[in-house]
């Protein structure tokens, strides 16, 4: 980071390495390049991924978002209670190791909206599961996630 004397700061990024000249002096030799950009980009990303965060976590219903693999991104406080989990962070670990209980069909379910379909129910209960039953369950594909929401 580098701070102009009007205050504005540049991300540089510096590669150099040494080349000995004839006379035996050593000359660097380099290129600086202006992450700017780049860096602010990332920034605002790292912001909104907060912000998403947040709103998910603290959400009044129960939400939960997957990667491709189905390895919890987050999950609200909500569905941390409704599926009777407690305080355990979710986050990297897989919902089949979560519910082991999952059957074959909710798997399949789980792998077609990760290819893009919407599936909604309005009655789907998981046998031998920790939850009694879910009241209207929606499934829905993101870019790279997956969202399971559910609402009584």
């Not at 009777?84 to 990297?92: A, D, Y």
Request: with cysteine.
């Amino acid at each position: 980071m580098y701070r102009l004397p009007n205050e504005q700061i540049l991300w540089l990024q510096f590669s150099s390495h040494p080349v000995k000249e004839s006379d035996g002096s050593i000359v660097w030799d380099g290129v600086a390049i202006d992450m700017t950009e780049r860096k602010l980009a990332e920034l605002a990303l790292r912001k909104n991924e907060r912000i998403l965060r947040l709103f998910v976590e603290h959400s009044p219903a129960a939400i939960a978002m997957f990667d491709r693999e189905m390895c919890y991104i987050v999950a609200s406080h909500r569905y941390l209670t409704d599926y009777r989990l407690g305080e355990h962070n979710l986050v990297g670990r897989s919902h089949y190791d979560v519910f082991p209980e999952m059957t074959e069909e909710h798997k399949e379910i789980h792998r077609r909206c990760l290819a893009g379909e919407v599936k909604e129910n309005e009655e789907d209960q998981l046998p031998g599961s920790r939850y009694e039953r879910l009241h209207r369950k929606a499934v829905r594909p993101g870019s790279t996630r997956y969202h399971l929401q559910t609402r009584s």
